[in-house]
């Protein structure tokens, strides 16, 4: 029974960790909509999600003993969804729902395909 809820505190927290760095995207791909466009849309996310595994890699034994869910969470979860990953899980959700993004010039919104 004890292997059972470590496993449920690690989807757990490899969820909450994936949708923060999922939230944290989108937010950041807002600074892609401002005139003049210096950087392409991923660049905020990227330095942050490596930012984030830095600092988690840094002191990694440190966390473990503080509380080993957290490496998990914050590497594979937070890290992983906050860089190439969720481009490439966006990309797949706008095709398999039939939506269209706009060109690049004109912003990261989505509609619907019609």
């Known amino acids: 029974m004890a292997r059972v809820s470590e ?4 989807i757990a927290v490899l969820l909450l960790g994936s949708w923060l760095g ?7 791909q ?3 909509e401002y005139d003049p ?3 392409f849309p991923a660049l905020y996310a990227q330095v942050v999600g490596c930012a984030a595994m830095a600092a ?3 002191h990694r034994q440190r966390l473990l ?5 957290f490496v998990l969470a914050t590497t594979t979860g937070f890290a992983g969804s ?3 990953f969720s481009s490439w899980m966006g990309s797949a959700t706008t095709a398999v729902m039939g939506l269209t993004s706009p ?3 004109g912003g990261n919104k989505v509609r619907r395909a019609g």
């Open 7 to 10: 496993r449920l505190v690690d």
């Open 22 to 28: 999922c939230a944290l995207r989108m937010a950041l």
């Open 30 to 32: 807002t600074f892609y």
């Open 37 to 39: 466009m210096v950087v």
């Open 56 to 58: 988690t890699v840094q």
């Open 65 to 69: 003993k503080w509380y080993a869910p």
């Open 82 to 84: 906050l860089t190439t």
């Open 103 to 105: 060109t690049w010039s």
